[in-house]
């Protein structure tokens, strides 16, 4: 079973460029989640696709948008960057079925920098 | 208002010597608790949860957690830690109604020294 994966690994952009990051989800598994997690302090839940769509969003800026496909793998764009955004960004995947949470898969993260 | 509280940044401690981590939370809803743990330039790994029922909760490597409605805390320990378990640690936390969106702590980072 392949485990979440993310890419690109390390991602340095300049203030006002876009960036799209990547995230391959766990076999089985139908929706996404992304996350910032800024140095030292806690990720931040951005929002989470569920079959293709958008089921929930954090305190994020419209500039942060996101796209699922239908292998359920997704995308998160942002664009206009700003040197705030320099953060590690997590995508986890899970399975929403009928349990009372379903356990979110982290991948590895991209550490994204922005000068 | 709602949220997770890690007070304690950093924890030194020498190995084989008991831990514990500090959780607290602000809810008005009821709650799902998590413990994850990220080592350096990795994703986050669960170490435990709480969602129902005892309110001691055992996972992997040897931790556990204790879920104390009245205090609304649950606490990470460890018994004797490991060179292996210096790491960072994140409490996490579900509020109910909310969807299946993670909040988290600041972090605690936890040092095992010789």
């Known amino acids: 079973e392949t485990g979440v994966t993310q890419s690109p690994t390390h991602l340095i952009k300049t203030r006002g460029q876009q960036v799209t990051l990547r995230c391959s989800s766990q076999?089985?598994?139908?929706?996404v989640s992304w996350y910032q997690q800024a140095l030292g302090q806690g990720p931040q839940f951005i929002f989470q696709?569920?079959?293709?769509?958008?089921?929930g969003r954090g305190n994020f800026p419209p500039r942060f948008s996101g796209l699922q496909f239908p292998n359920y793998s997704s995308e998160l764009n942002v664009n206009a960057l700003e040197l705030d955004d320099s953060a590690l960004y997590l995508c986890?995947?899970?399975?929403?079925?009928?349990?009372?949470?379903?356990?979110?898969?982290f991948g590895p993260g991209t550490r994204l920098t922005v000068l | 208002a709602q949220s997770v509280t890690q007070l304690d940044s950093q924890v030194p401690v020498f190995e084989e010597a008991p831990v514990e981590l500090r959780c607290n939370y602000s809810?008005?809803?009821?709650?799902?608790l998590f413990w994850y743990v990220q080592y350096p330039n990795q994703g986050l790994q669960l170490l435990l949860k709480?969602?129902?029922?005892?309110?001691l909760v055992k996972g992997i490597n040897g931790f556990e957690a204790e879920f104390n409605k009245s205090q609304t805390s649950f606490h990470l320990r460890k018994p004797s830690v490991h060179i292996s378990d210096t790491a960072e640690y994140f409490c996490?936390?579900?509020?109910?109604?909310?969807?299946?969106?993670?909040?988290f702590g600041t972090g605690t980072q936890l040092k095992v020294e010789l």
């Open positions: 986890a995947s899970s399975a929403t079925g009928t349990s009372v949470y379903n356990e979110q898969f």
């Open positions: 076999s089985g598994h139908n929706t």
């Open positions: 696709y569920y079959r293709e769509e958008e089921n």
């Open positions: 809810s008005s809803v009821s709650v799902y």
């Open positions: 709480y969602l129902s029922g005892s309110t």
């Open positions: 996490a936390v579900i509020f109910t109604g909310g969807g299946n969106k993670l909040t």
